[in-house]
């Protein structure tokens, strides 16, 4: 559903925003500036998607616009000088992202690109595709018109993900994996072109020239897609998996491994933040652990992650020790996993193949991880228990108990607790 006419497309926004557009445009009117919406904004108000962000776009000093639009609005400025944006927080929870209109030259391909103030027009032309390079006026007597120099509308109408010119990819290979997250995400197609292009800038090693967080910042942004999957799956057809390291793949099993991790929201707390760790420590599973190695290299993971990676090859001694039956009781796989990263815990959790480990995992990170006990080294005191190293090691055995299940309330803690000390004593007698 692409609404030809803008002004319907507006008309479907919340009245709150929308009054807050006009409220904007009215400010640049008396300003004597020029104010868009721009970018993936109009992209999803055409296509009928909402959407969190509202891009806003001045030609001319978007900052100093957003001040006055703060003030005017009782709202907050929080500017981002580097990047000629500010952030306007209104005071219904809303916000706008207000930039500068700009132009961007990279100086070599990959690098982060140099940013001037420029016309609107040549802040169109600087984007990656024809479907976000469209603006729509929001000044009084301009509301609503759309301008579209590439003619992304026709694209969004066609469906087709396509690139302004033929060096994008190479100036700015973030946009290989940009493309297929709005190709996936928009059930959208490369235009032939443009695939041809993405071909080429792979083949080229323009990956290569991503630093490793740059690179890491479009994988995680392809795992809070609603499904990442067929993201991942379509660069490996394109090539774009191999090109950040030989050992990376989409297969069936990381297909499976992405489902089970997307089905199981329930064992995960409503605050959890790393659903992308999850996604990413799925897509480096079985490696060998100089695979792993290589990948962190390339990568340069946050310290989370890092762990997350590197604790699956931990996990393969403690599984071990489970088959074998050398870990057997819940205390005892508590022990052997407690330094283990939650992240990590919570992935086996939810993808383990066999069902017991699984349990023994979701028991693990669930219950036994957060079980404290009652009684403490006072309590200890109290049952004139002389104080020394017997403290540490009495506690420690009554959690043992108590996360094995033999033991519950806090009567029975301390009834443990007086029980141990007497036997130690009687040994030791
Ligand atoms: N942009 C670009 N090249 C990039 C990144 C961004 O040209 N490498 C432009 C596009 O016009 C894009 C806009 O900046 O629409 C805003 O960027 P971003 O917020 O990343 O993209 P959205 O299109 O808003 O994507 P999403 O829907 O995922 O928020």
Same mark, same amino acid.
């Given at each position: 559903?692409?609404?030809?006419?803008?002004?319907?497309?507006?008309?479907?926004?919340?009245?709150?925003?929308? #009054?807050?557009?006009?409220?904007?445009?009215?400010?640049?009117? #008396?300003?004597?500036?020029?104010? *868009?919406? %721009?970018?993936?904004?109009?992209?999803?108000?055409?296509?009928?998607?909402?959407?969190?962000?509202?891009?806003?776009?001045?030609?001319?000093?978007?900052?100093?616009?957003?001040?006055?639009?703060?003030?005017?609005?009782?709202?907050?400025?929080?500017?981002?000088?580097?990047?000629?944006?500010?952030?306007?927080?209104?005071?219904?929870?809303?916000?706008?992202?207000?930039? !500068?209109?700009?132009?961007?030259?990279?100086?070599?391909?990959?690098?982060?690109?140099?940013?001037?103030?420029?016309?609107?027009?040549?802040?169109?032309?600087?984007?990656?595709?024809?479907?976000?390079?469209?603006?729509?006026?929001?000044?009084?007597?301009?509301?609503? #018109?759309?301008?579209?120099?590439?003619?992304?509308?026709?694209?969004?109408?066609?469906?087709?993900?396509?690139?302004?010119?033929?060096?994008?990819? +190479?100036?700015?290979?973030?946009?290989?994996?940009?493309? %297929?997250?709005?190709?996936?995400?928009?059930?959208?197609?490369?235009?032939?072109?443009?695939?041809?292009?993405?071909?080429?800038?792979?083949?080229?090693?323009?990956?290569?020239?991503?630093?490793?967080?740059?690179?890491?910042?479009?994988?995680?942004? /392809?795992?809070?897609?609603?499904?990442?999957?067929?993201?991942?799956?379509?660069?490996?057809?394109?090539?774009?998996?191999?090109? /950040? @390291?030989?050992?990376?793949? &989409?297969?069936?099993?990381?297909?499976?491994?992405?489902? #089970?991790? &997307?089905?199981?929201?329930?064992?995960?707390?409503?605050?959890?933040?790393?659903?992308? +760790?999850?996604?990413?420590?799925?897509?480096?599973?079985?490696?060998?652990?100089?695979?792993?190695?290589?990948?962190?290299?390339?990568?340069?993971?946050?310290?989370?992650?890092?762990?997350? +990676?590197?604790?699956?090859?931990?996990?393969?001694?403690?599984?071990?020790?489970?088959?074998?039956?050398?870990?057997?009781?819940?205390?005892?796989?508590?022990?052997?996993?407690?330094? +283990?990263?939650?992240? !990590?815990?919570?992935? =086996?959790?939810?993808?383990?193949?066999?069902?017991?480990?699984?349990?023994?995992?979701?028991? *693990? *990170?669930? @219950? @036994?991880?957060?079980?404290?006990? &009652?009684?403490?080294?006072?309590?200890?005191?109290?049952?004139?228990?002389?104080?020394?190293?017997?403290?540490?090691?009495?506690?420690?055995?009554?959690?043992?108990?108590?996360?094995?299940?033999?033991?519950? !309330?806090?009567?029975?803690?301390?009834?443990?607790?007086?029980?141990?000390?007497?036997?130690?004593?009687? =040994?030791?007698?």
């Amino acid at each position: 559903m692409i609404g030809s006419d803008m002004k319907e497309a507006i008309a479907r926004l919340p009245e709150g925003i929308r #009054e807050r557009l006009r409220q904007a445009g009215r400010l640049a009117d #008396e300003s004597g500036l020029d104010l *868009y919406l %721009v970018g993936g904004t109009v992209r999803d108000m055409l296509l009928g998607r909402s959407r969190k962000d509202v891009d806003l776009a001045v030609d001319g000093d978007g900052m100093g616009f957003a001040g006055r639009l703060a003030r005017g609005t009782g709202g907050r400025c929080t500017p981002h000088s580097r990047f000629l944006t500010a952030t306007v927080d209104l005071p219904e929870g809303n916000s706008l992202d207000v930039a !500068t209109a700009r132009s961007e030259t990279y100086e070599r391909p990959g690098a982060l690109p140099r940013v001037a103030p420029a016309s609107m027009d040549v802040d169109l032309a600087r984007r990656d595709f024809t479907i976000n390079a469209m603006a729509v006026s929001l000044n009084g007597r301009s509301f609503g #018109e759309l301008v579209d120099p590439f003619n992304g509308l026709d694209d969004l109408r066609k469906r087709l993900v396509r690139i302004l010119h033929d060096r994008s990819f +190479i100036d700015d290979p973030t946009r290989l994996f940009r493309a %297929v997250r709005f190709e996936r995400r928009l059930r959208f197609r490369l235009e032939r072109g443009t695939a041809g292009r993405f071909r080429e800038a792979v083949s080229e090693g323009m990956i290569g020239n991503l630093s490793g967080p740059r690179l890491l910042e479009q994988l995680k942004l /392809i795992c809070v897609e609603p499904d990442p999957w067929p993201v991942f799956n379509r660069l490996e057809r394109l090539g774009a998996l191999k090109a /950040i @390291h030989p050992a990376l793949a &989409s297969d069936s099993g990381l297909e499976t491994l992405v489902r #089970e991790i &997307s089905q199981s929201g329930d064992l995960a707390s409503s605050t959890y933040d790393g659903w992308w +760790i999850l996604y990413l420590v799925a897509l480096f599973r079985p490696r060998r652990a100089e695979t792993l190695e290589g990948v962190v290299d390339r990568l340069k993971p946050n310290r989370r992650l890092r762990k997350a +990676i590197e604790d699956m090859s931990r996990w393969s001694g403690v599984e071990q020790a489970v088959e074998s039956g050398e870990i057997d009781t819940a205390a005892d796989f508590c022990r052997a996993v407690r330094t +283990i990263s939650e992240d !990590t815990m919570l992935f =086996l959790s939810m993808t383990h193949p066999e069902d017991a480990i699984r349990r023994r995992c979701e028991a *693990y *990170y669930r @219950h @036994h991880r957060h079980m404290r006990l &009652s009684i403490d080294g006072r309590t200890l005191k109290e049952l004139e228990i002389p104080e020394g190293p017997a403290y540490g090691e009495i506690l420690d055995e009554v959690l043992s108990m108590k996360i094995n299940g033999e033991i519950g !309330t806090a009567e029975e803690e301390l009834g443990a607790a007086r029980e141990i000390w007497s036997r130690r004593n009687n =040994l030791s007698t």
